[in-house]
Nanobody, 118 residues
Framework: QVQLVESGGGLVQAGGSLRLSCAAS????????MGWYRQAPGKQRELVAG???????NYADSVKGRFTISRDNAKRTVYLQMSDLKPGDTAVYYC????????????WGQGTQVTVSS
């Protein structure tokens, strides 16, 4: 079994910053792609940023230049540094981690609320 624990969400004013963390634990042989998704009320869940094992990253157009994804493979943790936050960034943020423990499985974090006030 694999557990993902997210932290770092909260309430921030527009222009502010937050850093999200997602730590994986449990039966893990290796970790592949790691990503952050978000879901705002009434909207579909969307990919915000993703990072490969080698460190290559990709971002949604709406967050390019403001968000940075990184990972610490030794700590089995993925981070999302969010800067210049806008009210449109308000959503529940979920981490997604692809884990190999005999087979490849995709796991989701519990979600953390990010609220940006204007």
């Amino acid at each position: 079994q694999v557990q993902l624990v997210e932290s770092g969400g909260g309430l921030v004013q527009a222009g502010g910053s937050l850093r999200l963390s997602c730590a994986a634990s449990g039966m893990i042989f290796s970790i592949g792609f790691m990503g952050w998704y978000r879901q705002a009320p009434g909207k579909q869940r969307e990919l915000v940023a993703g990072i490969t094992t080698a460190g290559s990253s990709n971002y949604a157009d709406s967050v390019k230049g403001r968000f940075t994804i990184s990972r610490d493979n030794a700590k089995r943790t993925v981070y999302l540094q969010m800067s210049d936050l806008k009210p449109g960034d308000t959503a529940v943020y979920y981490c997604n981690v692809n884990v190999h423990n005999g087979s490849w499985y995709s796991y989701w974090g519990q979600g953390t609320q990010v609220t940006v006030s204007s």
